[in-house]
């Protein structure tokens, strides 16, 4: 037993307690986290944009503490903004999963609009204008410091760009982003459904817009 005891390195045994107790903590608070986060969003869901549900109000839904709010939260505020990088995950998410289902890129291009445009439909425009409202940053224009995701949703655009052949695939793809989330922005603030006929134009536009080479115009 002493030659065992021995042989470990110095300190090892209080290296894996403090390693281990690090890991439990760490899963408590990434739970205390999800639990304010969904607690938050399913408060501003409910209150829409009539009322922003205060620290406490939060804390309550999700069975916490002040204390744990402060813990990973330095203000309601940064809680907001961690919502909506949280709902762009998502929504950057379902659209790449919505164009890996198609077989053309002219296909994945109407996924992406269908996808980018569907946060202006049903319980989903509810909820992603009480976010933004919460945020203060619903306005009937979009600009550069917009907490909509354009410029990840553009980088999805760059594959079926440069297989449509487009010459300068991460430009066309930025300001076609930009333009459809200036659209998406138009239609939560007006509070309109986009219909399948927005979609087609939208799409018919973003195909117009690319930079397409005189060798590549045939494609």
């Given at each position: 037993m002493n030659e065992n005891h021995a042989a470990?390195?110095?300190?090892?045994?209080?290296?894996?307690?403090?390693?281990r107790t690090l890991a439990d903590r760490e899963a408590v608070y990434a739970g205390e986290v999800r639990r304010l986060l969904d607690a938050a969003l399913e408060?501003?869901?409910?209150?829409?944009?009539?009322?922003?549900?205060?620290v406490a109000?939060?804390?309550a839904a999700a069975g916490l503490s002040n204390d744990a709010f402060y813990r990973h939260f330095p203000s309601k505020d940064a809680l907001i903004a961690v919502l909506i990088e949280d709902g762009a995950d998502r929504l950057v998410s379902y659209v790449a999963h919505r164009m890996d289902k198609q077989d053309t890129p002219r296909d994945a291009v109407?996924?992406?609009?269908?996808?980018?445009?569907?946060?202006?439909?049903?319980?989903?425009?509810?909820?992603?204008?009480?976010?933004?409202?919460?945020a203060g940053a619903l306005t009937?224009?979009?600009?550069?410091?917009?907490?909509?995701?354009?410029?990840?949703?553009?980088?999805?655009l760059h594959r079926p760009f440069t297989e449509l052949g487009s010459v300068a695939p991460e430009f066309d793809a930025g300001l076609i982003a930009h333009a459809t989330v200036g659209r998406l922005s138009d239609y939560l603030w007006r509070r309109e459904e986009p219909t399948a006929a927005d979609v087609d134009r939208v799409t018919?536009?973003?195909?117009?817009?690319?930079?397409?080479g005189q060798h590549s115009a045939g494609r």
């Open positions: 470990r390195p110095a300190g090892d045994i209080a290296s894996r307690i403090a390693a408060l501003i869901r409910t209150a829409g944009t009539g009322a922003r549900p205060r109000d939060i804390v109407r996924a992406w609009v269908e996808g980018v445009l569907s946060q202006a439909a049903d319980e989903t425009a509810t909820t992603t204008r009480a976010v933004l409202w919460n009937p224009a979009i600009d550069a410091g917009s907490p909509l995701p354009s410029g990840r949703l553009a980088l999805l018919a536009f973003c195909l117009r817009a690319l930079t397409i």
